[in-house]
């Protein structure tokens, strides 16, 4: 069984804000998931028999470019709007400072990825994800099998509600012995920032710019949510599959969702994009950097390099109380090969691109 070791410190407190503080290492404390990574020197390496397969390009996955895909995005207009903030929850994710960003107009997908899509691609292509390479990817305690849970025999230092499950992919959320039968419409998960690359490149596609996912999610709005300043829409109804109770041991399905939800199970925002906020942690482009130093960009891309990427959104795990990460300036990192049970996508496309 793999053991992987966190060197950060969870701490389950909140302060006056209700934002979770800042712990003394690199991560910020949470669910666990900004510090999920794979390592050689953590991780047993993948089989030698196992041979991962090219890397996607548009040369060797080329997929059909239907009417249909166009009318599953969402054209974001060109213009400037405000990325980060200076009222930073959590200072070590690096939300801030707030500036001035352009971005030239392109089209984002209306939903995350979802499995049904996902196992069109893999049955049309071969694809193998990184979690089947590896042959394992984390799952959330409490939600395997009493025959799965046996054989976990070691879990994240201080996130050990995070195992490390042999055999759980994309197609087996949970372990072996589940499959995503119900689950068509639900986010992909388990799939690494290589495989979301593989897959959108097959689409003709390519991941959104951290950027572009900031103002996608704020939906021409510059309140705290897309849909407002409270957790909660108008009359208490739910806006996001986030988590409520005490974070691990107490989910009350307040929003009706143990783990994820269907894709557009909930409302659109002002510009017509679903679930860019909860169900699960996205996958961006980006490298991860330490902070916006100009008070102006146009059409940012992120550092030219780095070792871990940015992912946007939050997840069915998130809560204010311990991981307040479901507010479009948060974000967090981990590498590119890395999976787990509250990771997927969405795609992007430059306009005019062919």
């Known amino acids: ?4 070791i966190l060197v950060v410190f969870i701490i389950p407190v909140t302060s006056e804000d209700g934002a979770c503080p800042a712990a003394p290492d690199e991560d910020t404390g949470g669910c666990g998931c900004g510090s999920l990574k794979r390592s050689p020197a953590l991780f047993d390496p993948p089989s030698t ?34 990325m980060g903030t200076d009222h930073q929850f959590l200072p070590l994710d690096r939300e801030g400072p707030s500036r001035t960003v352009y971005l030239d107009s392109f089209l984002i997908d209306k939903y995350e990825v979802t499995n049904e899509e996902f196992r069109e691609f893999v049955m049309k292509t071969g694809h193998r994800t990184d979690a089947e390479v590896f042959g394992d990817s984390f799952v959330l305690e409490g939600l395997l099998s009493p025959e799965e849970d046996a054989k976990v025999a070691s879990a994240v230092a201080n996130a050990p509600w995070w195992l490390p499950v042999k055999g759980a992919a994309w197609n087996h959320p949970e372990g072996l012995d589940t499959d995503i039968t119900g689950r068509e419409k639900h986010p992909v998960v388990h799939v690494s920032w290589n495989d979301a690359v593989a897959f959108c490149t097959w689409r003709r596609k390519r991941l959104p710019t951290e950027a572009e996912f900031e103002k996608s999610c704020g939906g021409g709005a510059s309140s705290l949510y897309p849909w407002g300043e409270e957790e909660l829409g108008e009359g208490g109804k739910h806006h996001a599959n986030i988590w409520q109770g005490g974070f691990p041991l107490e989910n009350t399905l307040a929003d009706g969702y143990k783990t994820t939800s269907p894709v557009g199970s909930y409302p659109p925002n002002g510009y017509g994009v679903h679930d860019l906020i909860g169900n699960v942690w996205e996958w961006v482009s980006d490298w991860w950097d330490t902070g916006a130093t100009q008070p102006y960009e146009k ?13 946007k959104g939050g997840s069915f795990m998130c809560t204010k109380q311990y991981c307040y990460r479901f507010r479009c300036p948060a974000r967090t990192k981990t590498s590119a090969d890395t999976t787990g049970l509250n990771v997927g996508f969405r795609c992007a496309k430059t306009l005019n691109e062919g």
């Open 49 to 82: 028999t196992a041979s991962k397969p090219e890397q996607a390009t548009v040369d060797n996955l080329k997929g059909e470019r239907e009417e249909k895909e166009l009318n599953s995005m969402v054209l974001i207009p060109a213009g400037e709007f405000t």
């Open 299 to 311: 059409n940012p891309q992120g550092p030219k390099s780095g070792t871990e990427k940015v992912k």
């Open 1 to 4: 069984m793999l053991l992987l």
